[in-house]
C-alpha cells in the first residue's frame, strides 16, 4: 500500500487514480497521520479478478500439458 501526503495527493490525484484503478491502495496522510484511503470500487475488483483467471488460462494453455483432474494429481505425484 503507498502512502502520500495530503498535499502530494491533490497535486498527483490523476496518478493516483491510475494506479487506484489497476488494484492498489492509496493511504493519504494529513501531517503524517492516516486521514484517507483510495480504492477500487468493489465491482472493479471483480473485474480484476476475471481478467487475472483469463491471463492464468491461456499461460496454462502455453505451458505443457498436465493431469486435468485432482485425482490426476495425486496419482501422478505417487509416481515419484
Same mark, same amino acid.
Given at each position: ?27 493519504? !496522510? %494529513?501531517? &503524517? ?9 468493489? #465491482?472493479? @475488483? ?16 502455453? !505451458? %505443457?500439458? &498436465? ?9 501422478? #505425484?505417487? @509416481?515419484?
Amino acid at each position: 500500500m503507498r502512502e502520500v501526503g495530503s498535499f502530494e495527493a491533490k497535486t498527483h490525484l490523476a496518478q493516483l487514480l491510475d494506479a487506484v484503478e489497476k488494484g492498489e491502495r492509496v493511504l493519504i !496522510t %494529513r501531517h &503524517g497521520k492516516p486521514a484517507a484511503m483510495l480504492v477500487p470500487p468493489v #465491482g472493479a @475488483r471483480l473485474g480484476n479478478v476475471a481478467q487475472v483467471a483469463e491471463r492464468l488460462r491461456a499461460l496454462r494453455a502455453q !505451458t %505443457r500439458p &498436465g493431469p486435468e483432474s485432482l485425482k490426476e494429481l495425486v496419482e501422478e #505425484g505417487r @509416481r515419484f
